[in-house]
């Protein structure tokens, strides 16, 4: 009897290794992925500019992000975010080599906590210049923009969904890295 339970102790030690494992590379799968998301935020947004020429081609009206402030918040933080997730892909690595690294998993929590704030406070504040420039306010005499700036515009929003999947991916990482702490 005592054998069989020795024998079980193993066999469940060495399943929460498996599982360790695999939610070990999925973060790393995870942390690519929000790259990608955060990069081609900040590169979409970055280079967003529109010109329309006015009744004649002396005089010329531009949209760029850079006008707008909220975007240039935006694309930095992007571009933070972007670089920081890069840097935490040895860590990413070395959480797939050794599965019980308790304090790494636990700076990733808190680090990939303030990188989700700073990531949807700058999405945040991009989404809602968006809806401006889309919708407009009508009590305030704001007019949609968007109606003579439509390239800016699609591609002012375009960089948004990005943006928010890296916010999903981060909330994803936190949670993946806390089930794998607790299971250590």
């Not at 700076?107 to 989700?116: F, P």
Request: aromatic share 10%; charged share 10%.
């Amino acid at each position: 009897m005592k054998a069989v339970s020795i024998e079980t102790g193993k066999a469940s030690k060495a399943k929460v290794h498996g599982v360790n494992r695999g939610i070990s590379v999925f973060d790393l799968v995870l942390r690519i992925v929000a790259i990608v998301g955060t990069l081609a935020s900040a590169v979409a947004m970055g280079t967003a500019d529109q010109a329309l020429s006015f009744s004649t081609q002396i005089v010329n009206f531009e949209a760029q992000y850079d006008d707008i402030d909220a975007f240039k918040f935006f694309v930095i933080v992007n571009a933070i975010a972007c670089g920081y997730l890069a840097l935490t892909l040895p860590f990413s690595i070395f959480h797939i080599m050794r599965r019980r690294a308790g304090k790494s998993r636990v700076l990733l929590i808190v680090l990939d906590a303030i990188m989700l704030v700073f990531i949807t406070s700058g999405a945040s504040a991009a989404a809602a210049i968006v809806y401006l420039a889309h919708n407009g306010n009508t009590s305030t005499n704001w007019f949609s923009i968007c109606q003579q700036y439509t390239d800016f515009c699609q591609r002012s929003a375009g960089s948004l969904i990005g943006s928010f999947g890296a916010m999903a991916m981060m909330v994803l990482l936190i949670v993946l890295s806390a089930i794998a702490l607790s299971r250590s």
